[in-house]
């Protein structure tokens, strides 16, 4: 029998050594892991519980070993948070799920990302990587404008302020998300267009799109922006519907080939916006989507595109089995 081990970071634990809401809005809720736990031992793998970076530092220093590990651990600090874990598990030749450190990595610069994608000669907005307030002045591109931290997920520092129009607006903006945040602030074009978020399973040429979703505020919504608040109450504010127009199908062929060219593995979400034609843009990936069973965007999409919670966590895992060596040890240091 295949042992999986699952790498996480429960928010409850973060909250209880005395971190706020927002810093921990990433990190996942006991229900996830249970319901991930489930999905693997219905289609009879064994499971064990591990837990965050340093749970995982310490049973690998105790010998431990596991044939995989199911990794959804999104680290607290630094752009290359995401990539710890993974790391970590290459360092012990244990196989895991998900992307590995360097795409992580890439993934949470949204900046950097922006660049290989433009690279590739696939549609981005244009943007400029604003590092300090000074740098606002050189910033040479057309309003309205949007600005966000640069390595941050769950919409943090998103907000209907995130859209400006004028060069004080730019300036302030910048100035405040710098000071909150403490990372560079990225600036682009704003996009007046439909929202997609596009879910994809498997790994290079055997990548796929599972569905194009749209993503609408309601009345209820914080106005304009996909944000932080908004994401945090969902159920509330947003619609998610399926979407198979040729727009979005323009949408699923750009996120597959952004999938592919950044080298992504096993699953995740793409997001794009059109611009005012009518023309998606790539907006960020995120290789190390949420995977809540009704919360998060993934299973949601696949859900009403047909594809079961355990289906979703089969798909991965098996995408993930087909570059591992269940049963490799590793010698002692």
């Not at 249970?34 to 064994?46: K, N, S």
């Not at 837990?51 to 310490?58: A, E, I, K, P, V």
């Not at 990794?71 to 244990?94: C, H, K, S, T």
């Not at 727009?247 to 699923?252: C, D, L, V």
């Amino acid at each position: 029998m295949i042992r999986v081990g699952l790498t996480y970071d429960l928010r409850e634990h973060y909250l209880a050594q005395g971190y706020g809401l927002e810093e921990t809005a990433e990190f996942d809720r006991p229900d996830t892991i249970d319901a991930i736990e489930g999905a693997l031992r219905r289609q009879g793998f064994e499971t064990e519980r591990i837990g965050n970076l340093r749970q995982l530092t310490g049973r690998l220093a105790a010998g431990a070993v596991w044939d995989l590990v199911f990794n959804i651990a999104e680290g607290l600090r630094g752009v290359g948070r995401e990539a710890q874990v993974p790391a970590l598990l290459d360092g012990f030749e244990i196989p895991y799920t998900f992307s590995d450190p360097t795409v992580m990595g890439l993934a949470l610069h949204k900046g950097l990302t922006k660049s290989v994608i433009r690279d590739h000669g696939l549609p981005t907005a244009p943007f400029v990587v604003v590092e300090s307030p000074a740098d606002v002045a050189g910033v040479d591109l057309p309003f309205p404008l949007f600005a966000k931290p640069v390595a941050e997920g769950t919409g943090k520092g998103v907000t209907p302020a995130s859209r400006v129009t004028s060069r004080t607006g730019l300036r302030r903006v910048c100035r405040q998300l710098l000071d909150r945040y403490r990372q560079p602030v990225l600036v682009e074009a704003f996009l007046p267009g439909r929202e997609f978020t596009v879910g994809l399973l498997g790994t290079g040429t055997e990548a796929s799109v599972v569905a194009v979703m749209e993503v609408r505020l309601n009345e209820r919504a914080e106005a304009g922006v996909y944000g932080y608040v908004n994401k945090e109450d969902c159920e509330s504010r947003v619609e998610y519907l399926l979407a198979d127009d040729a727009e979005a199908g323009t949408a699923a062929q750009l996120a597959l080939a952004a999938w592919r060219a950044l080298g992504c593995r096993d699953g995740g979400r793409v997001d794009l916006r059109s611009d005012g034609t009518g023309r998606p843009h790539f907006l960020e990936v995120n290789p190390l989507a949420g995977l809540h069973p009704e919360h998060s965007d993934l299973p949601i999409m696949c859900r009403q595109a047909g594809v079961s919670y355990d289906e979703l966590i089969g798909r991965i895992v098996h995408s993930a089995l087909r570059r591992a060596r269940p049963g490799r040890r590793v010698a002692a240091a």
